[in-house]
């Protein structure tokens, strides 16, 4: 008897997902636990597994497709041992019956399209394709015995078809000039793939943008109307910080097992500047503003799907190498795709790090709802006057990004003076504590 494959819990205040990529295809075996189907929601990416042994029997949404929680998106079927619907061998007896015993009547055409397990493989290629391509086939018209599947076993891909609409699209002359008429299903018009006017539609390709890069483009526009978004800058002289890493970093690794690096620094001078002005940790709601006295700050990570800001908790509470090791960890697990909902939620303050790609200086924009973020950039080396005299120090360029309506001009640029004093004097660090 099948089994249904249904859309698990996504977490609290997850509705919703789209399916990213299936890891098996319909026929494949599949054993208990295996991973099936990989979902992609608006923090995180995490993978269904199978409930049983046996073969995936149907797919019924398909890479693209939005889904809900509790929703059926394929079967399972009990299939044979090997997995792959195939026929049990024969016996001995049944190998020494004479060929003419063996043989069955031939099926009649529509019952020869059925397979064991349960899905048509006719000749026209559509049993070598899931039900969300066959469905992009049918809508633009295409001939699925045209298509050469480039997925596993020959399976047709999506974006095999998609190829093959580029390819008509690009070689179709048009039979008359002026304005192309716009063939309509069900009373509305169809949306034909974009093709480049100059015929170069084979230089172009159409990538689907993740769940998470659309909610993060979202809420990036949505940051930026909802808030009354300034930025003030300042710079800071990292020699104290530099001479002191240089000093201390290879017994601290030894002592720790942690690498001291620059941004445990740069998280205690923000708790220290934070416990300063209140008004910077903080929340806008409705007609209230909310002072957090704990410090959650949210690390920004660049992954291959986009920015992500895990939380490293009470920072206030943990010293160099707790924040060290701490930062590190939600890194790894944000490139490795493995962060939960609980390292994602909530965050008080963010710091972005534009540095590490060689950005000299940059407006980073707010993580809602939070009132500011702090970005780094890149040390560069310039000439600056101390005590009358030009010299050559490492210079890092600071910006602070505040919502206006909370957080006045005056109180943003004494928060980002307050950053530097503690960065230029490190050791003053220890007393923010």
């Known amino acids: 008897m099948a089994a249904e494959i249904h859309v698990p819990e996504l977490g609290e205040s997850v509705a919703d997902a789209t399916v990213g990529r299936w890891l098996k295809q319909e026929g494949d075996a599949v054993t208990s636990g295996e991973a099936l189907?990989?979902?992609?929601?608006?923090?995180?990416?995490?993978?269904?597994?199978?409930?049983?042994?046996?073969?995936?029997?149907?797919?019924?949404?398909?890479?693209?497709?939005?889904?809900?929680?509790?929703?059926?998106i394929g079967t399972i079927g009990e299939g044979s041992e090997a997995g792959d619907g195939a026929a049990p061998a024969e016996t001995e007896?049944?190998?020494?019956?004479?060929?003419?015993?063996?043989?069955?009547?031939?099926?009649?055409?529509?019952?020869?399209?059925?397979?064991?397990?349960?899905?048509?493989?006719?000749?026209?290629?559509?049993?070598?394709?899931?039900?969300?391509?066959?469905?992009?086939?049918?809508?633009?018209?295409?001939?699925?015995?045209?298509?050469?599947?480039?997925?596993?076993?020959?399976?047709?891909?999506?974006?095999?078809?998609?190829?093959?609409?580029?390819?008509?699209?690009?070689?179709?002359?048009?039979?008359?000039?002026?304005?192309?008429?716009?063939?309509?299903?069900?009373?509305?018009?169809?949306?034909?793939?974009?093709?480049?006017?100059?015929?170069?539609?084979?230089?172009e390709e159409r990538v689907r943008v993740s769940r998470r890069r659309q909610t993060i483009a979202q809420r990036l526009v949505e940051s930026q109307q909802t808030t009354a978004m300034l930025t003030t800058f300042n710079e800071a002289d990292m020699t104290a910080v530099m001479e002191l890493r240089k000093r201390r970093k290879e017994a601290f690794q030894e002592r720790t097992g942690s690498r001291l690096g620059f941004m445990s620094f740069f998280t205690k001078a923000a708790i220290g500047?934070?416990?300063?002005?209140?008004?910077?940790?903080?929340?806008?709601?409705?007609?209230?503003?909310?002072?957090?006295?704990?410090?959650?700050?949210?690390?920004?990570?660049?992954?291959?799907?986009?920015?992500v800001v895990p939380v490293l908790r009470d920072a206030d509470h943990k010293n160099f190498a707790e924040i060290e090791q701490g930062i590190a960890d939600l890194a790894t697990k944000a490139r490795e795709g493995k962060l939960t909902l609980d390292d994602l939620r909530g965050g008080t303050f963010t710091i972005t790090n534009g540095g590490i790609f060689g950005s000299l200086?940059?407006?980073?924009?707010?993580?809602?709802?939070?009132?500011?973020?702090?970005?780094?950039?890149?040390?560069?080396?310039?000439?600056?006057?101390?005590?009358?005299?030009?010299?050559?120090?490492?210079?890092?360029?600071?910006?602070?990004?505040?919502?206006?309506?909370?957080?006045?001009?005056?109180?943003?640029?004494?928060?980002?003076?307050?950053?530097?004093?503690?960065?230029?004097?490190?050791?003053?660090?220890?007393l923010e504590g």
Do not use: C, W
Not at 54 to 61: P, Q
Not at 132 to 142: D, G, K, M, P
Not at 275 to 283: C, D, L, S
């Open 37 to 72: 189907v990989e979902l992609e929601t608006d923090k995180i990416n995490f993978e269904v597994e199978a409930e049983q042994d046996g073969v995936l029997e149907s797919i019924s949404k398909g890479e693209g497709e939005t889904v809900n929680v509790g929703e059926i």
């Open 93 to 203: 007896e049944q190998a020494e019956q004479p060929q003419a015993e063996a043989e069955q009547p031939e099926p009649e055409a529509e019952e020869a399209e059925e397979t064991s397990n349960g899905h048509r493989e006719v000749e026209d290629g559509a049993g070598r394709a899931s039900p969300s391509v066959r469905r992009l086939a049918q809508e633009y018209e295409v001939d699925l015995a045209e298509v050469t599947g480039s997925g596993s076993g020959g399976r047709i891909t999506r974006d095999d078809v998609e190829r093959l609409i580029r390819a008509q699209s690009s070689t179709a002359a048009p039979e008359k000039t002026g304005e192309p008429e716009q063939p309509e299903r069900d009373g509305r018009a169809e949306t034909q793939p974009a093709v480049a006017q100059d015929g170069r539609a084979n230089l």
């Open 273 to 307: 500047a934070l416990k300063a002005f209140p008004k910077v940790n903080a929340e806008l709601q409705d007609t209230e503003l909310v002072l957090k006295k704990y410090y959650d700050i949210g690390v920004a990570v660049s992954t291959d799907e986009g920015l």
């Open 361 to 430: 200086v940059s407006t980073p924009i707010l993580t809602l709802p939070q009132v500011a973020i702090l970005g780094m950039h890149k040390i560069q080396e310039r000439p600056v006057v101390v005590d009358g005299e030009m010299v050559v120090r490492p210079m890092m360029y600071l910006a602070l990004s505040y919502d206006h309506r909370v957080i006045d001009g005056a109180e943003a640029v004494s928060f980002l003076v307050r950053i530097k004093e503690l960065i230029e004097d490190p050791e003053s660090l220890l």
